[in-house]
């Protein structure tokens, strides 16, 4: 069963709206190695998971990365709705949002016939989509799930170390700081995962030598990667586990096998930032442009504000 | 962001062996109105909700039902697993597992040719997969998020109806236990997220009259179900907010727009079982059939489960 | 712009439910080289058709048979839909419908989970789907329109033979009488398709010697096609055109390029007989079981009845 | 069964080529909840309608929806061709179709690397694609036909107010005369579409306050849109029928549910315009460059338009 | 550039027509971990490989494995070609062909609508078909291709380990010899292929340890499959290089990473057996039913072998 | 099974890296009628082939077709893989190649956000995609194999013809000499293979007239297709076959179906050109970064250099 905490995992960082910038990081949320994969992927392999007793932890690990994962989701599907936020308006300078829908024949969403997916702006309101970065929508055909231990364990590792790969190819595609600060954040957190999955494989018998962490990014290179390198991010492990029953942390401790030097170590989960409501955008008709729908729903909630105080009580 | 407790949000009731049974739920799964469907388009909707404060409460009343919706898909995954977990042995009297590969060329498998999908055999360790019931990979094509408020809000009621209609369906394919125990649960919580959508839209000025709830399932005739409904499930909403921050129970009381005579309430969560592991099944390689593999992982757990008691609380 | 009569195309003949039967026709209707496909294709080929004056007629064939088409894939639809209804209480020797839904737990719809496509009884009620035999959604990378002449219509022949191939292959399948009295129309309108494009062809200087029509069904060995052979029907063309301005005519006269000693003609529709109304499956929850909503229905029904005699000379 | 008449449906205005505005359009031809879309949904909900007597309206009501999309369909199909015709030699300031391949190596078609879907000039030959605004195949998985005639109706009101509110966003990207006159006649259309089924919802007991029209245009602001409304076309549903035998007027008359003030009206058909046929495009080779062939044809047509005038009379 | 001898690469081994068991294998051949997609993997991976002189092992290696994929292509879609034909005939005792089309009404091909997968009878010919066992097409998707050497090699060996793991199901499936001829050769040459790419990685850095190979079938369970273990099978790898210019071998000696007492070696390429021609099948119009066609085939055939001897020496 | 020689079927002309080309070019890779299509076609309808001896020379023309499309599958992919290869330090000037992974934040691959396919960038490493032009992936949907000759055949010369269109089609869009090379060579093969199905139809007793080719090229007007055109490559076939057994030449010989005067004739195979590797890409991490792992790469290869000597005496 799942809980939610009314918080992102991770903040980001404010920036100039880019829908070019949120079109290649829909490849890491909708794409074959991103976030709604491994997601799904690690929820598929905990529900199907065999082992006796001595096999929990194994379980456990995948719950909690896959547990994750879904704020993963949570965190660059907000980066990108974002980054669309207001990007009608953006002149390349300036932010300059438009809100009024074309009155008089105007064209306020020109800008959409040119951008990476027109249907960031035709299908959805300037949101995020469940597909990649060449459209493709999101397919469970993506999910691997074989049942044996060591293919499943395997298969992950190379998963999130693509995810880390092609994260590190978007991080070269954009500088806007919106989008790195999420990019930058991911690429530390799959490491942490692929130093699970690896360490999990050594309690199989593979020493992994020199080979980790793939693709080797040199953090010192990449400023905002190196500033969650140096925080240790990459060898931290979280359960999101509100019962204090998993058995993960048996497998996600001593010398990171990515060779770093850092010891691993596990909590249950980090700090996040608020989540904020995104502004209206008429111009999307996202709900907009309806006074008597605003004011139906704004009497709505004033009688519902009155009421609350004296129902709330009756709840849970 | 997310959290998780080793509980399942519903009991399963013990049974049979099933694949049959087991690849009707898929629908429930995997389909384009199942619980994989309805957990990313209110979790896409959330992410990219837009409006005012007086709006708040209509994305807490997504984001919960969405968040409810991730336990869903457990349910019924486990569901599934559990009712093709031994089913090769099954000769329709009573479950004989057959956990030996096929030792001198026997065909431990073979019924895998004729069942409702190959792949819970072939693909699959006999577990659940992302996909429906005529085998088609879950895709993100279904997500529906047009960020206008009532036309996100009417395709969620449309959705739940769906689903629940679908189930209704799936109830008169099987009286295998295992399946209607989650079946009817399911049944029940959809119609309490179909009261949830519509009281919503009752608010924005739509008096629905005697249309809900669609289908009109006649509880009475559904033993199963009845059980449910005379307990008022449908009439209780779920925050899963672990902050208490949710104002989606300003949308969900009053009289039950479905006329059953209830009162709508809003709790946290339910009480939930705790979540067991399968056992293993060597003629699916699943983990099995390596007696060194198994004593290197007995072995790496023992020296854990002496490691744990020191250095358990460095973690979080 | 098109025009409706109430009349389905070609009579279908009774028979027993038969939902094995009514999924190989799927592949007729949903199928890669079925009717939702030549309707498509043609529709798509007269929309966008290239040319000067001399090439209308041309034009006006693609036209013509794609509003047959559309009028086909009416007919195998119906015919499914009939294949398919009852079927859930059909035991064998005769038909015998079930409608109760599954009080007191029964499970009237268990024959679902052993049938051709279990979506014929779970996502839709006992009716088609646009889906092909094995169950894969129709697709829109079917439709060929490559806008050279000859090619389209070069494609046009070979998509004519392999329906046609295909509805003698499925002819082989079944004996139903409901099935084959639909089948054996399309075998012998897909031969008076053929002998279009073909004669087209010949037009642009393809002599197609004797290797039409393909394949050669030897109809006196299939006795439902002999007895529509025998009256000519695979050497009509029909226009649809209500306006008597299509010149495909031009095309399709002098010997038939199937060298069965016919000669070509052109009229404008067929005879049809009209079409009915299916009965109610409250199994499927289609739409029956709420006796209140019934009563609205009905309600409604007459008091409309009443007012359209006075408001129904304001129509047109 | 369906007859055909020249004539389009409404009026394509002149103007330039504009490949980028034809993408947009594609949505409204492909899209899923575009005219294709609604077109298959409607022809699968009347083939597989349920009920008895009193549910005729219903039923020829999606009939006569289903037949009208059908010329939509011809409309966009046809303005997007035109949209994409001669835009290889488009310069931003006139047309200058470009006939000629590319002969001494020249490269005529370089404008088609950098479109919306270089299909349109690779696959096609500057023609409609069965395909939507991101390049994604029509898909049959779209077509919603539950069999449950409330939530038919339901889905479909939900399909026809969404394919609205995306071509209100598509005339914010597009100034383009040509795209905008059939987008504004859709949209108007659209809503008469979205009242037909709001009505028939009426009719089953819901009251829609002021929630409808979905999303609320304003018209005012969009002008192309105000001339039609204000003819009153949002109003008045075509019933396509040539027999006078559908009783679907019975559901549409009384006032509005979008509360605009008008009185809802049932006529067979609208007048159209005649269809023309596209010019050809070498470059293309669709169908020209080969003078035998175009000889060939010429010589045919000319004998056959001798013999036409005697073999005229056996037709039909 | 590829070269073609008229040879199988493994004998079939000779027995019933099995329709449920050719579906099973279809897995092998068109899955997701199928010998399809590994050719083309493979082959991609080639054709786009980088780096300097000294990484020209690793790129000869994906080539030579590469091409062997495509021999067993071949090899498994003929063996599923040979297991359907002649089915339709099949009464569970002994193959009894039936190659008369439906005269006088007969249904030859009845057992089509019970089979695994319909199409085999309906689409093809008794023949194999670009699909895996649960009919889905296969799909460029699976193809994997990232750039970095290490993941592409991981990635291989997780492939061929998956592929074996499916095809120990496949074997556990069917005692067929006809279908266990060809998937036990395969479950040894995977692991030829696992040993390969497992090895490629121990260059960098990557030690094994006993975890090689997943799964571990314990080759004397199975039959067929210790029969080829005997011989060493699983540690040949062959170049299919006709130049001599493969440097694959550098990669492929030593002891086998498998732990199995072995040695690595390489040789060009085995043994085949001849390919033959399938019979005709008339019932399903391959190509049969047209006496002039046959007559006219053989005419041209005895004309074409007089005048090859003539000609024969003007070709290469 | 097949062999392998290190040749490139044709050679690639040097250019200018051209990411739009390349996309352009992946429709004749991975489109609906591109290679990897013909390829996969042949090699079914290959293995699924039905007849006697007669039809010996029909299975043998398709086998060695569909040999020559796995080298037009390599060379068309490594000519995408040379077009796309450095194009992130492209200026429109001269290739100026960027390796360095973006240090200091960097952004050396912002041109992939523009590009026609982000996923060359992103998903794979500058190098080709099994996808059409469009990002679609490649299905096996696309293959044709109805079992019936004539049909099979039909299809075939239509998917020749179709592809040769397409590519005239694309010359037109570029005139990179890299691109042209390989798409003047390919024109000109596939309508050889357009006659090779021609003239096996002619045998069937098809009279082409003077349809053929289509379409019709006027060669004179593509400098690139005249200068192989007049070396007779359209009249050339090839056998690959090793065994000297193919009976292709049988069908493929007379004069040329296409009307331009020259007779067909016969060979084992072209001569080609070297394949060569191309360079690392760092900032794809393809394979770089990693100056550990190349030293061991490095090291590895020197003692294998060493080691080959000894033991390359011992394979085959």
Chains 1, 2, 3, 4, 5, 6 share one sequence.
């Not at 960082?13 to 794409?31: F, R, S, T």
């Not at 959409?112 to 469940?130: C, E, M, R, S, Y």
Request: some cysteine; aromatic content about 6%; glycine content about 10%.
């Amino acid at each position: 069963m799942y809980l939610y905490s009314q918080q992102l995992i991770n903040e980001i960082a404010p920036g100039e709206p880019d829908p070019a910038a949120a079109n290649a990081l829909q490849e890491g949320l909708g794409g074959q190695f991103g976030e709604m994969r491994t997601m799904m992927q690690y929820l598929f392999q905990s529900m199907n998971f065999r082992g006796d007793a001595s096999a929990q932890p194994y379980r456990d690990l995948l719950q909690g990365v896959g547990t994750e994962e879904i704020s993963h989701v949570e965190l660059i599907g907000t980066t990108i709705s974002r980054l669309l936020d207001g990007a009608p308006g953006y002149q390349g300078k300036k932010s300059d949002p438009v809100d009024e829908p074309g009155a008089k024949g105007a064209t306020p969403l020109s800008i959409a016939k040119d951008t990476g997916n027109i249907h960031h702006f035709l299908v959805g309101a300037q949101g995020a989509l469940p597909v990649d970065s060449a459209g493709n929508p999101w397919s469970g055909s993506y999910v691997y799930n074989s049942g044996n231990l060591v293919l499943d364990l395997l298969y992950n590792l190379m998963l999130e170390s693509t995810g880390r790969l092609q994260k590190c190819r978007i991080y070269q595609m954009t500088d806007n700081p919106t989008a790195r600060s999420t990019i930058a954040y991911l690429i530390v957190r799959d490491q942490a995962h692929e130093n699970a999955f690896a360490k999990a494989l050594e309690s199989l018998g593979i020493d992994w030598g020199k080979t980790l962490p793939i693709p080797k990014t040199n953090a010192e290179q990449f400023p905002e990667v190196k500033k969650l390198v140096d925080l240790g991010l990459q060898s931290v492990q979280y359960t999101f586990d509100v019962d204090g029953a998993s058995q993960a942390a048996k497998l996600y401790r001593g010398a990171s096998p990515s060779n770093d030097g850092t010891e691993l170590s596990t909590a249950v989960m980090p700090d996040g930032v608020p989540v904020t409501i995104s502004p209206e955008r008429k111009e999307e008709f996202a709900p907009g442009l309806d006074p008597e729908l605003l004011a139906l729903i704004q009497a709505t909630a004033e009688v519902e504000i009155e009421t609350i105080n004296k129902t709330d009580t009756t709840a849970s």
